[in-house]
């Protein structure tokens, strides 16, 4: 069974930073394409970044890009995302996510996804 932690949430200010890590166990982490989902209150679940494999290719919501950076470390077994320029509307419970690679993509769908963290909280104030 797949066990995803992530820490490094936290309250900033507005253009602040953070840097989130998901620690993964259970299986080979190599194999499993990772991502990054958030949810605001009130708010569907969506797909903030995602990551492949070998950590080559990688993918970003459009309200993300040039500000977030999504990477992950195969021999520590461990996802990051850094946050940079942080927006007030950045603000929600971030979760990371895991799912076998099975030669698709590794797009941050929330639907594809099958194996989730507890989430970690981001707080950006104005």
């Known amino acids: 069974q797949v066990q995803l932690v992530e820490s490094g949430g936290g309250s900033v200010q507005a253009g602040g930073s953070l840097r989130l890590s998901c620690v993964f166990s259970?299986?080979?982490?190599?194999?499993?394409?990772m991502a990054w989902f958030r949810q605001a209150p009130g708010k569907e679940r969506e797909g903030v970044a995602g990551?492949?494999?070998?950590?080559?290719?990688?993918y970003y919501a459009d309200s993300v890009k040039g500000r977030f950076t999504i990477s992950r470390d195969n021999t520590e077994n461990t996802m990051y995302l850094q946050m940079n320029s942080l927006k007030p509307e950045d603000t929600a419970m971030y979760f990371c996510?895991?799912?076998?690679?099975?030669?698709?993509?590794?797009?941050?769908?929330?639907?594809?996804?099958?194996?989730w963290g507890q989430g970690t909280q981001v707080t950006v104030s104005s």
């Open positions: 259970g299986y080979t982490y190599r194999r499993y394409c």
């Open positions: 990551i492949s494999i070998d950590g080559v290719f990688t």
């Open positions: 996510a895991a799912k076998p690679y099975l030669g698709r993509t590794c797009q941050p769908v929330p639907s594809d996804y099958n194996s």
